[in-house]
């Protein structure tokens, strides 16, 4: 049902600003711990704009460390990551703010605030940008149309469901219109059928333009929707 009113909507919705100049591109990338030693070793690959991919391989083949050092929450340790013509393994502290706007985050557990209204959890992303209220309240009432929750906006994670969590999440990530997305495992706490509507959902992003890179074990949920599969094994990329 989400999918089919997302896919209603999208005809009339504006393009996701810079989409048309944005990649993803791992160059030789490789990731060494000194407790664990080497977790990544000689990552290649590239998303296009608008491309959809997921990331699987077993449990420790590096598939967290990869979306950490997207998220510029690691540093690799040799090679280059560059997100929109930015090398992510050389910008400066001070950078990383204004390049993750550029991503949307999307998690297993949520991670919302349960003391906080859903519209206040969509909204905090823009909170933090220093948008004025007028536009914040228009970006979160759109961000929450498009994932069906219009009406949701006053009640609390708490008292929603499983799936209905998972696209207040969803919505906190495309609020502020990122190039790309990145969900890590966002349909682990699902059952097979709302797992499946999100992921149509996330079809629907990519098709108006949004790259997306999903990382997932569910190797019947990837077989079902006819996408690239990035697969990592002992912390080489094996396919993709």
Known sequence: MICKIFMLKRLSM??????????????KVSKRYDETGEVLTDINFQLKPGEIAFLTGHSGAGKSTLL?????????????????????????????PFIRRKMGFIYQDYKLLQDRTVFDNVALPLVIAGFP????????????????LTGKERKYPFALSGGEQQRVGIARAIVNRPPIIIADEPTGNLDP?????????????????VTVLIATHD??????MNHRVLKLSCGKLVSG
């Open 68 to 96: 950490k050092l997207i998220g510029v929450m690691e540093r690799c340790s040799h090679g280059n990551i560059w997100l929109d013509g930015e090398n992510l393994c050389t910008a400066k502290h001070r950078q990383l």
């Open 219 to 224: 190797i019947s949920l990837i077989g079902k």
């Open 133 to 148: 209220h007028y536009e914040i309240v228009r970006k979160v009432r759109a961000a929450l149309d498009k994932v069906s």
């Open 193 to 209: 059928e709302l797992a499946l509507e999100i992921m149509k959902l996330f079809v629907s992003f990519q098709q108006v333009g």
């Open 14 to 27: 504006p393009c996701w600003p810079g989409i048309r100049q944005q990649m993803l591109k791992f160059e």
